[in-house]
T-cell receptor, first 112, second 119 residues
């Protein structure tokens, strides 16, 4: 099975940096994804990690440590539009279809 | 970029009726599509994996006779909620895997979702 944990809510100030952590336990790890989801909308892809280390894409970076079952999403220079839920998802090759399993999501509120 | 559409975007139906939701990959072929359900302030829960030309694979706890899935072509999967009840009210989201980009990390693309309200 899969066990994915994230903080439920976070608040940060516009212009600041915020780190959203995700821990996971899965039997057939085959990659970790971060998605952004605004209320009432579908998730949009942010980043993908399958090897240990940091992946940087503009204001967003994602880190993975497979040995620790740990990832974080780093958001820099926060903007008001970054207020959204951030979903950590793990792909599991043992499910046969490389299914994605999602954490509960972290609701980020950016304040002025 | 790869686009996935869903229809309808929202639907209200009476208890006991059936509702069909369509998921289409518009500019790529998808042998595999996924159906998720999301309740308010909760994350996405995988309901089933839809496979073109074969039966869907359902996750534990999801009633296959209640949530009928048909994946008749490489660009279309449908989810039919049969005999809907108020507790089925939720946000249903599909995603499609681009068959031509298998193995690449982010090959799963999400539709915009369908909000179902059962009265």
């Amino acid at each position: 099975g899969q066990n994915i944990d994230q903080p439920t809510e976070m608040t940060a100030t516009e212009g600041a940096i915020v780190q959203i952590n995700c821990t996971y336990q899965t039997s057939g790890f085959n990659g970790l994804f971060w998605y952004q989801q605004h209320a009432g909308e579908a998730p949009t892809f942010l980043s993908y990690n399958v090897l240990d280390g940091l992946e940087e894409k503009g204001r967003f970076s994602s880190f993975l440590s497979r040995s620790k079952g740990y990832s974080y999403l780093l958001l820099k220079e926060l903007q008001m539009k970054d207020s959204a839920s951030y979903l950590c998802a793990v792909r599991d090759f043992q499910t046969g279809a490389n299914n994605l399993f999602f954490g509960t999501g972290t609701r980020l509120t950016v304040i002025p | 970029g790869a686009v996935v559409s869903q229809h309808p975007s929202w639907v209200i139906c009476k208890s006991g009726t059936s509702v069909k939701i369509e998921c289409r990959s518009l500019d790529f072929q998808a042998t595999t599509m996924f159906w998720y359900r999301q309740f308010p302030k909760q994350s996405l829960m995988l309901m089933a994996t839809s496979n073109e030309g074969s039966k869907a694979t359902y996750e534990q706890g999801v009633e296959k006779d209640k949530f009928l899935i048909n994946h008749a072509s490489l660009t279309l999967s449908t989810l039919t909620v049969t005999s809907a009840h108020p507790e089925d009210s939720s946000f249903y989201i599909c995603s499609a895997r681009d068959s031509g980009r298998a193995g690449i990390g982010y090959e799963q693309y999400f539709g915009p979702g369908t909000r179902l309200t059962v009265t």
